[in-house]
Structures are given as C-alpha cells and as structure tokens.
C-alpha cells in the first residue's frame, strides 16, 4: 500500500508542496479555484508597497466612513479630501496619489454648489441627486454603469467616490437593522469591485455622541477606515483616524472652517459658504497642556529626531518612535521637568506629563515604546 502525501509532512515543511495541487481531474469547478487561492505560507512575501489616496488615512480599493455631529463640517472635510485628491495635492503634510473623484451630493442644494464654487479650480465629478443604495431598486447597478462610461468615454476609471450622506441613501432602510446595513454594504462592496474605487461614507453620530457612528455596530465591523470629528468650544474641528483595518490609527488633521464670500444676492447681501483652513502646529491640540508637558513633548521630539526608529508591526504607526524607558530617563534627569532631588517626586512630575499628552493624544505609547502623534 502506498502512503499519500499529506499536509505538514516534511516534504511539505521544506516548501516541496507541488504535488499537494496534482491530480486536479476529480475536482469540481468552485473546489478547484479555492485550491488555486490557496497558498503555502512561507511562500508569501510581505507587501511593502501600500495603495493609498492619502497615505495613513485613505487606502485604494477601501470603504471609509467620515462622521461627526452636527455642525462638525463634515461635508466640508469630505470635499477638501476629494479636491487635493482630484489635484494630486499634498492633504494635511500627508501623500496624495492623484486619482479621478466623483462625489455624490445626495442632500443636493443650492449650498453645495457653493461650497465647489469656492474651491480653487475644482477637477471631480459631482452627483447631485437622491439616490438609493439600498433594497430591490437600488442605484448601485445604474451607477456602475455611469462609471464605467465616463470612464471610457474619458480614459480613465475613478480612484475615489464620497457618499454624502449615509442617511440619504438609506431609501428608508432602518440604520440600526443589521439586515439593511448588510444590505448598503453589499451595494457598497459592488460599486467597488466594478470600479477599484475608494468608497467614503458620510455620517452623523448618534444622540450620545461617545458612542461614534450612528447606526448599528456592523457597519464599523464592515469598513476598512473610520474618521472621528470632534470640535471644541473655540470652533476648531479635529478629525482623527479611529480604525484602520490594515495600519496605524491616531493620525489628526485639525482645521477651521473660514469663511469666504462668494458675491452678492439679488438684495445686494453677501453670499458666503466656507473652506477648510488647516491649524498651524502650535494650535493643533496643544493647548491646555501645561509647560512641563511641553517641556516633557520637546524631548521626546529631540530624542526622535536623535535616535528613532520605525518599528514595522502593523499596530505600531509607521513614523519612528524611540523605547519609552529613554524619554523617562531623560524627563526624569536632574532640573528638566522637576527641581526636586528625590527620584519619586520626578517620576510623579513625568507620570503626570505623559497622561496630560495621552489625554491630549500628543502621543502614542504601546507595549515599550513612545510615539508622537503626527
């Protein structure tokens, strides 16, 4: 009797596994392509070149949702993001691969031509009606094809769609039904998959706002990247990357939301709309922080810029860090956040500092080592 060659034998632990895919004939047609997607695992490389629109925040080929509560400028951020990337411009000191946008302007309006009026030059598509994306007469199909001939007609596919909003193409789907927001993402996923697009949701939070996206739990289950808006008393918005399926959370962009003036109405008043204007460094977040975690942030930059390192593990973000045990020996030597000479006093002074800057989400700390977030 003859053995059979079997998974894990040492043959096959040598990387000599090609007889494991012979004799195919008896296979039926879906068995046989599952066996053609399966790989032996010390056959895979690491992907080293990551796809992205905006690199940390926006990947090629994702389903992104972009939510906040009302007045957060959410629609203002979504078309800021889909005019640098339709320019090929650099977004928040971030990388931008130019690509083709359409953005669906489902609430439509008189006001959305305004807030495109004021852009510099604008390069994208707009769909401004209702449309549904849910149920037996969803748009999806249709608009696939739409794409698909602009496409040809212009040469090019497109790279990005904003859905602004989510709510108004529910086609009075319930938000909270795990069967309707299965049903959104199907639609979501085939919009994808015929166009390569990068696929963004925009949304609003629920009544209790710490509790993020409106909606049922598996909507954030089903997309790759979520961005929180906030704002604070003084007007500044920041948006913060949540979750990312495949990389680094933490990333923020602060900004405000300026206004310009368009022109005058029929009456002679001044017709306005807004943009959105990027915060300097030194507003991005930081106040309210005190001098000694000022202090205590400074020489973690010193000390980055000295000796940092990128540590490439997909929950660590991709910029360098340096070992958290040396930005404390440094905060904790002798004048620099505290005059005192007992060694516990300093510690205290340091312990304070660094959850002043968590707090603040100036830093990341995971396992033993210290970031600053960009």
């Known amino acids: 009797m003859t053995d059979e060659p079997k998974m894990g034998t040492e043959s096959a632990a040598e990387g000599s596994v090609s007889h494991l895919y012979g004799n195919r004939a008896r296979l039926k047609p879906r068995a046989l392509s599952l066996l053609s997607a399966t ?53 928040g000191n971030r990388r931008v691969n130019k690509g083709r946008v359409l953005y669906i302007a489902a609430e439509g309006g008189g006001g959305f031509a305004n807030r495109v009026a004021a852009l510099d030059d604008p390069e994208f598509f707009v769909l401004s009606v209702p449309i549904t994306l849910t149920g037996t007469d969803s748009a999806a199909g249709p608009l696939t094809e739409v794409l698909q001939h602009l496409s040809a007609v212009g040469g090019a596919g497109f790279d990005m769609i904003v859905i602004d909003t989510m709510a108004r193409v529910m086609g009075g789907r319930d938000e909270n039904a795990a069967p309707d927001i299965a049903d959104l993402v199907r639609n979501l996923d085939l919009i994808r998959r015929v166009t390569g697009a990068h696929v963004m949701l925009v949304h609003h939070t629920g009544k209790d706002t710490g509790r993020g996206a409106r909606g049922h739990s598996s909507l954030r ?50 017709v306005t709309t807004c943009l959105v204007d990027p915060a300097v460094p030194a507003e991005a977040g930081r106040a309210g922080v005190s001098e000694a975690a000022r202090k205590a942030l400074s020489l973690l930059n010193r000390l980055i810029e000295d000796r940092g390192e990128i540590h490439r593990k997909p929950q660590y973000p991709s910029h ?26 300093r510690k205290r002074a340091f ?24």
């Open 39 to 91: 790989t032996w695992a010390a056959d895979l490389s690491p992907c080293l070149a990551r796809p992205y629109l905006v690199k940390g925040w926006l990947d090629q080929s994702a389903l992104s949702v972009l939510y906040g509560p009302s007045n957060s400028g959410k629609s203002f951020l979504a078309l800021d993001l889909a005019h640098h990337v339709a320019k090929g411009r650099s977004w």
């Open 221 to 270: 289950a089903a997309i790759d990247t979520e961005i929180e808006l906030s704002r604070d008393d003084l007007g500044q918005i920041t948006a913060e990357v949540t979750k990312q399926r495949d990389g680094p959370t933490g990333y923020r962009f602060c900004y405000q939301l300026r206004q310009v003036e368009l022109g005058l109405d029929q009456d002679g008043d001044p």
């Open 351 to 374: 312990n304070r500092c660094r959850e002043e800057l968590e707090t603040a989400r100036e830093i990341v700390v995971r396992d033993d080592l210290v970031w600053v977030v960009q």
């Open 320 to 345: 360098a860090g340096v070992s958290f045990d040396l930005w404390r020996d440094a905060c904790m030597a002798e004048g620099e956040l505290s005059a005192s000479e007992n060694r516990d006093t």
